[in-house]
């Protein structure tokens, strides 16, 4: 543990965006020991005013940096915002002697793959999101020197994806999925859970540049959707789904405890924090 960084700072980008709302409720209900986090943000509550798209800010000397924020969709030029905002981290952590950067980043730098995706694959991402978000992170580990940074490449968060969390009580048309009876297979992980794995990142000693972030075993779509109680029913055939996106997050365990997960716990993991203000 990095025992020389306990009580001290970490700034945190993304605070509005649907991952930053939810790490920031679990913080609420349980905050991590040694930690200060202070959230940063164009709007009214953020404890650091920094419009990130757009410039560098002075952060608190020695401060750790979780850069949360992240642009979604849009064209060209609002995609490519993401490296813009990565150079931007890692300029202002260099100037304020960061202790580290820890980078939200996505499975979807992946790409297609049909086995297991470990850190060592190469990156080959089909989307335009996970096309921006690999360059976001090479413009980060190009940028920020001798500042230590680790990429977190995070598998599906429970209801903050499109199954649970924009289904809005609606009903949900899964992806059928030949052989495969559960529809689509993914690597998920609590929001609550993903707080707490944060957390401890960001005070372990010597990670690794890149990490897969995600609780094991990888589950179908249809055992989250009756874990949830959720009404569904298979679509048409989509000869675009992905049969199976799935993290190999060995290289974690070697880091911290990656206890097993079931779907009940995943969801009760979200639900938690639907009642928890911010």
């Known amino acids: 543990m990095l025992t020389e960084f306990k009580d001290k700072i970490v700034v945190v980008t993304g605070a509005s965006g649907r991952i930053g709302q939810m790490v920031r409720a679990a913080w609420a209900r349980t905050s991590p020991p ?15 005013h920094w419009d990130i798209a757009t410039g560098i800010v002075d952060l608190p000397k020695g401060c750790g940096v979780l850069h949360l924020a992240a642009v979604l969709r849009g064209d060209a030029g609002q995609m490519a915002l993401n490296a813009t905002m990565a150079r931007h981290i890692a300029a202002s952590a260099i100037a304020c002697g960061a202790m580290r950067v820890l980078m939200a980043s996505t499975a979807a730098v992946y790409g297609a793959r049909g086995e297991d995706c470990s850190e060592d694959d190469v990156a080959q991402p089909f989307s335009p999101y996970g096309q921006a978000k690999l360059a976001a992170e090479q413009a980060l580990i190009a940028g920020a020197g001798a500042v230590p940074v680790t990429i977190l490449r995070i598998g599906n968060v429970v209801g903050a994806d499109a199954l649970l969390g924009a289904a809005g009580g609606h009903e949900v048309a899964l992806d059928p999925v030949p052989g495969l009876p559960g529809g689509p297979v993914r690597s998920w992980i609590g929001p609550q ?7 401890q990142l960001m005070l372990q000693d010597n990670l690794p540049p890149v ?8 589950l179908p779509m249809a055992e989250l959707l009756n874990a949830a109680g959720a009404q569904w029913h298979y679509g048409p055939p989509n000869a675009a789904v992905l049969p199976r996106a799935v993290l190999d997050i060995r290289r ?4 911290i405890a990656t206890p097993p997960t079931s779907p009940a716990d995943l969801v009760a993991d979200w639900r938690g924090l639907l009642n928890t203000p911010t």
């Open 34 to 48: 040694g930690v200060r986090f202070m959230w940063s943000g164009r709007g009214q509550g953020a404890d650091i």
């Open 193 to 199: 859970r993903l707080a707490h794995v944060i957390a």
């Open 211 to 218: 990490l897969n972030i995600a609780c094991d075993p990888p």
């Open 252 to 255: 974690l365990g070697g880091v």
